[in-house]
């Protein structure tokens, strides 16, 4: 029993790029529906932590499955403030893919949307070049909530992604350790037409944001225009 449930957690999380948002337009659009939603309720990112941020990740609607093991699979974009001091306005978004996995007895599954504060540049950096493990290669924590929340903890300070969810309308700060980021290079290709490295599209600017990417962009230059980082 136990192999067949493994077999059909396999077969299924081997369909899902055939069965995800094909269309990297769609899923800049709902990123940027995400963020909108996120940033419009009360006891959301705080503006003092989004200021200070150099990147934003949003990933909507990740998938978990859990038969007999745990398992993630979310696609997404990246956007950074541009330029090599992350002093300009927010670039035009790089697609991103995040994927993980947690053993334990677990039944079901549900879609879950994450967004992901990357808050300095050695964080930026690793995540467009390579596959990163959060909480490994990268460090990673739940990040603080509410609109005047404490957000001085060591491991705030410390931390290089700060990471948040929002499932069945609950929003909270999570944590992701154990989940592998990576950019999207085949998403990338699709959306602009050629390939293109993650890092020349949201720090070198070498690419027009596309209009799918207006509400996502506008919303965050409007948010946290200037990066407030020491």
């Known amino acids: 029993m136990k192999r067949i449930f493994s077999l059909m957690v396999v077969m299924v999380l081997a369909g899902l790029p055939a069965h995800a948002q094909k269309d990297e337009n769609n899923r800049i659009q709902n990123a940027g529906k995400v963020m909108v939603e ?11 932590i989004l200021d200070k941020a150099e990147c934003v990740i949003v990933l909507p609607s990740v998938i978990k499955f859990a038969i007999g093991f745990g398992g993630s699979y979310g696609r997404g974009v990246m956007t950074c403030r541009s ?32 967004v992901l504060l990357v808050m300095n540049p050695r964080g930026a950096s690793s995540i467009l070049t390579s596959q990163v493990k959060l909480g490994g290669d990268v460090a990673a924590a739940a990040g603080p909530k509410g609109r005047s929340a404490a957000a001085s903890t060591d491991v705030t300070m410390r931390a290089e992604i700060l990471s948040y969810s929002r499932s069945r309308g609950l929003f909270a700060g999570i944590s992701l350790e154990g989940s592998t980021l990576r950019p999207d290079n085949d998403g990338n290709k699709r959306l602009y037409g050629k390939g293109v490295s993650g890092q020349d599209i949201v720090i070198n600017s070498k690419i027009r944001p596309p ?10 230059n409007k948010k946290s225009p200037r990066n407030k980082s020491d």
């Open 211 to 220: 209009a799918s990417s207006k509400l996502l962009l506008a919303t965050l």
């Open 38 to 48: 996120i940033l419009n309720v009360p006891d959301d990112i705080p503006k003092d």
């Open 83 to 114: 330029g090599k001091d992350f002093n300009g306005r927010w670039s035009a978004p790089s697609m991103m893919a995040l994927e993980g996995g947690s053993f334990g007895f677990q039944l079901g599954g549900q879609a879950t949307d994450f």
